[in-house]
């Protein structure tokens, strides 16, 4: 596995790479690597590409109250786990490189990228939307690999790609759960013990509201879940029915219906979302 700090590490490595392959894989990533990363460097080993990740904690996706310095590095534990799934390279860029001097460009979305996450955490994603750019920059993929647990990111990166006609093409690979239903989550180790144990009702909660969605009036049943998890412990930032593309809130179960929350069980903020 080829390990590229400098731009100059990478653009040879990735030469490399094509010449061997033909097809290049990007799996960007903020490190910490779970269960749910190592599915999506799979997917992209299976596709026939050879498959590059990068690891870089983005600080322009992090609000001014939020978890920057405590979020989860573990370098060494990744660099294995990538190797263990067949990764070829893998990308570490410092700040400086990602963020150059005098740097006065970012990029806005709006449309999937307003509400819920764009609410809760203004300026997210303006950051994960311009890495994201910067990295496709660098290392040219041919398909880049984006977990659906973060449903509203996967759309978001899909907007912005089709709108600045990037060539390249974003795939969404199904979430990854604990046996239990959570979803994984790199924020999941910072759950106490009595927390980790309550986690999955919030995943129970999507399904049961999911099956009875049929029987009409999803609003009401919304709030009837809302108040139920907020009874069990969870601070719930919202529980809604969305278009799956747009994000736009529905009132009835259509074909591309999304069923997405955000809810807070002590210091970690849980997101998960379902199909419907
Ligand atoms: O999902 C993540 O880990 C990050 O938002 C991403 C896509 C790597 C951009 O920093």
Redesign the pocket.
Known sequence: MLIARSLAELREGCARLRRQAGALALV???GALHAGHRALVRAGVESGAATAA?I?V?PL?FGAHEDLSRYPRDEAGDLAALEAEGCALVWLPDVATMYPAGEATTITVSGPAERWEGDARPGHFR??AT??AKLFGQVRPDRAY??EK?WQ?LQV?KRMVADLLLPLEIVGVETVREPDGLAMSSRNRFLTPAERAKAPVLNRTLRSVAERLREGAPAAMLAEATEALGRQGFEVNYLALVDGPSLAPIDRAIPAARLITAARLGTVRLLDNIGV
């Open positions: 960007p990533t903020m990068s870089f983005n996706q950051g994960v890495v994201c984006f977990g973060d990111q990166v």
